[in-house]
């Protein structure tokens, strides 16, 4: 029996497996099959790239405040044979089947205090949002196996405590980032009022997806639905705005966290614009003065 059918063999025990632990558990599997061909377009038009990759996400709440989330890609690189000693610094043809731990860890919300939550294990630990290249995000190392992927990054190996200030906005809740910079939309429905989008992040973030509704009228969120990695929706924010002279303003905010039950509201009173400062009233002289 030749590698590919032992890798074809197992991969199949372990769909399986997984698939039997889904309806015994209610473990949540999700996953995506990806094939990436590459062909040089000069001399004899060779192979630059063959990658064929089998994403699987596994999510379990272990109880009501903690859950495990892993995601495992089984990957077949390249075209196998070694004919050459150079094909010896070649991954895909010395090892062209492969199963890779991208993610793993147990997340434990309310840990020691209702304001910690623990992230231990294998994880990708976000620090800010840019489009591509983002300085502040270097908790993770680059995965530069494929170059043309640029910005892919392996996860660490980690403890990761968060702590938040008596509420229920996450730092990624917070973040003073455009939406069209953060997120990819997609126009799902069209109601009375409201546009229905929903956005997927460009880059990692706390959620896998969020569901906004924007007023027809100012085109500003109403509501935003927010959901995990499991497709589960944890966080709600409603919106309340109001109009100060020529501007849309954000006057409440209230967040509910659906997993603990608890809302927090944001108020934002006493707000002015025009009041007739420019830009040489925040230059650093200034500020000294």
Excluded: C
Excluded at 73 to 90: E, F, T
Excluded at 111 to 137: C, E, H, Y
Excluded at 168 to 187: C, G, H, I, Q, R
């Amino acid at each position: 029996m030749n590698t590919k059918n032992i890798f074809l063999i197992l991969l199949l025990v372990t769909v399986s497996s997984i698939t039997n632990a889904q309806e015994e558990n209610s473990l949540k599997l999700s996953g995506d099959i990806l094939t990436d061909q590459r062909l040089l377009l000069k001399d004899d038009y060779n192979w630059a790239w063959n990658e064929n990759r089998l994403s699987l996400k596994l999510d379990k709440q272990i109880s009501g405040e903690s859950k495990f989330y892993s995601e495992v890609w089984v990957r077949n690189i390249g075209l196998p044979g070694i004919v050459k000693s150079s094909d010896l610094y070649n991954k895909g043809i010395v090892d062209p089947y492969n199963l890779e731990i991208r993610e793993a860890y147990v997340q434990v919300n309310g840990f020691l205090s209702k304001n910690i939550d623990m992230t231990i294990g294998r994880q990708q630990i976000v620090w800010g949002t840019a489009d591509k290249l983002n300085p502040t995000n270097n908790l993770n190392p680059y995965d530069l196996e494929d170059i043309l992927d640029f910005g892919r990054k392996r996860g660490s190996d980690a403890i990761n405590l968060q702590y938040y200030i008596s509420n229920d906005f996450s730092y990624d809740n917070m973040e003073s980032v455009l939406f069209s910079v953060k997120y990819t939309p997609k126009l799902t429905k069209t109601e009375t009022n409201v546009f229905v989008l929903e956005l997927t992040p460009k880059g990692k973030s706390d959620y896998s997806k969020v569901i906004a509704h924007i007023n027809k009228t100012n085109y500003y969120p109403e509501k935003m639905e927010y959901y995990d990695k499991a497709g589960n929706k944890i966080k709600e924010a409603k919106y309340t705005f109001k109009k100060i002279g020529n501007y849309w303003n954000a006057a409440e905010i209230e967040m509910t966290d659906l997993k603990k039950n608890h809302t927090t509201k944001m108020q934002m009173s006493d707000v002015k614009y025009d009041t007739g400062l420019t830009d040489d009233d925040f230059t650093v002289r200034k500020f000294k003065q």
